[in-house]
């Protein structure tokens, strides 16, 4: 994606508009850009750092704090880069960064806060970011193997929002999949079906072949134990998302 900057022209197109030029066309429209020969993430870095070793801890620092979060540095990777940088640019410096940067992140903060509430609430692991999944799902989710052996148990959690794709567990005999809801609250929903809220202690049957889908409410973290029923010839069919107009119209 490439970067585009208008507050050159915004701010001093008028009154500098050569500096305007330089500053929207020049540094962020192409120096920013390269990013065959270094990522958006590491310019953020080397921007951040540049700038509080000059102690410009100002507005400009606060829209770079943003775009490095944006450019995916996370909240205890911009603490680890402040800490660094405060021995060689000046402790009160990274003080008055790390004000900033709190802001910035208030909101993951948040998250996180959010997450460990729900570990709190349920015996089993969030576990591991879910990235082999990741693909069939719209926001994120984690999972925990619970048992790989006999029968399948996994526990997956789905952050707020968050879903799988509608999909198929195909069975030629058996199969299909069950759920335990253990923490926070969800839904399960049929193609054609009207959609089934979830609550710790539900168990959903899922027969093989019938198309659905399963996460968590909009407002609440979720988490089921995900048993596999073994059967014949099983696989799963991923099919498309669950669009955020069908997922808007739950109640
Ligand atoms: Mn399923």
Redesign the pocket.
């Known amino acids: 994606m490439a970067v585009k900057q208008t507050a050159g022209r915004d701010t001093l197109g008028q009154f500098a508009p050569k500096f305007a030029q330089l500053n929207d066309d020049v540094l962020f429209g192409q120096v920013w850009n390269r990013t065959d020969k270094l990522s958006l993430r590491d310019r953020s870095l080397v921007t951040v750092v540049a700038l509080l070793a000059q102690g410009l801890t100002d507005s400009s620092f606060q829209y770079h704090l943003a775009t490095a979060r944006q450019n995916g540095v996370t909240r205890e990777e911009m603490a680890e880069v402040l800490t660094h940088a405060a021995f060689y640019v000046g402790w009160p410096k990274a003080w008055a960064a790390f004000r900033m940067a709190k802001d910035v992140w208030a909101e993951e903060a948040e998250e996180e806060d959010g997450k460990a509430r729900h570990q709190r609430e349920m015996v089993f692991p969030i576990g591991e970011a879910n990235d082999g999944f990741a693909r069939y799902f719209t926001g994120r989710s984690y999972l925990q193997p619970l048992s790989q052996q006999q029968v399948g148990v996994y526990n997956v959690t789905f952050e707020p929002g968050c879903r799988?794709n509608w999909?198929?567990?195909h069975a030629r005999q058996g199969g299909g999949?069950i759920?335990l809801c253990v923490a926070g609250r969800g839904y399960y929903q049929e193609w054609g079906q009207p959609a089934r809220a979830l609550h710790p202690g539900d168990v959903v049957n899922?027969p093989p072949e019938v198309k659905?889908?399963?996460g968590a409410a909009a407002d609440s973290w979720f988490s089921h134990l995900?048993l596999e029923v073994s059967g014949e010839d099983c696989s799963?069919e991923w099919l498309e998302a669950v669009s955020d107009q069908e997922y808007g119209q739950l109640d």
Do not use: D, E, T, V
Request: no cysteine; charged share 0%.
């Open positions: 799988n999909h198929i567990h999949q759920l899922i659905h889908w399963h995900a799963n």
